[in-house]
């Protein structure tokens, strides 16, 4: 039976790129999670964490994985801080899906990420201590992924492996 497929890393670990690309390769529906929360706040997510705060992100962005979760089986791309919720692993791991940790190293996190100003916890930060501070907070949130693919290469290839992983592991 085919599952869920929800990537989880770091931002610039290439949730929404690659997921977007092993959807395609599995001919399965893609959610971006950052983009069903702006939808439903009609607004960016600059302005849902400055307007509402994060508490009010966190809420939506729970909501949206329920949505995502009750659909048939997909690739969703949550945001990088949706992991280290409380409770929102067991959700989606009670909910059948297959967590998949895009692994990235951090010097290659910021190349991709660098002069994207939508990312709030970000901006107006040295990114790289940023990085390395939700890289230290989360990690062990990632590593309870059942599946870890290395996503330092090309979109491609990196969509390559875990589309083979999810044939392998989680029923496509
Ligand atoms: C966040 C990451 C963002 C977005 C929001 C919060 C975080 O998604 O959900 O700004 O907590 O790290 P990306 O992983 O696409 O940057």
Known sequence: MKRHLVLV???GSGKTTVGCRVAELLGAPFTDLDDSVTTAASRPVTAIFSQLGEPAF???ERAAMDVALAAPPQVIAPGAGWAAQPDNLETAERAGAAIVYLRVMIAEAIRRIAG???RP???GHDTEATLRGLFAERERYYLR???TVDADGPVHAVAETVALRARERAGW
């Open 9 to 11: 890393g770091l931002p």
């Open 58 to 60: 966190r809420a939506l």
């Open 116 to 118: 994207d100003g939508g």
């Open 121 to 123: 916890l970000l901006a």
């Open 145 to 147: 992924a059942a599946l």
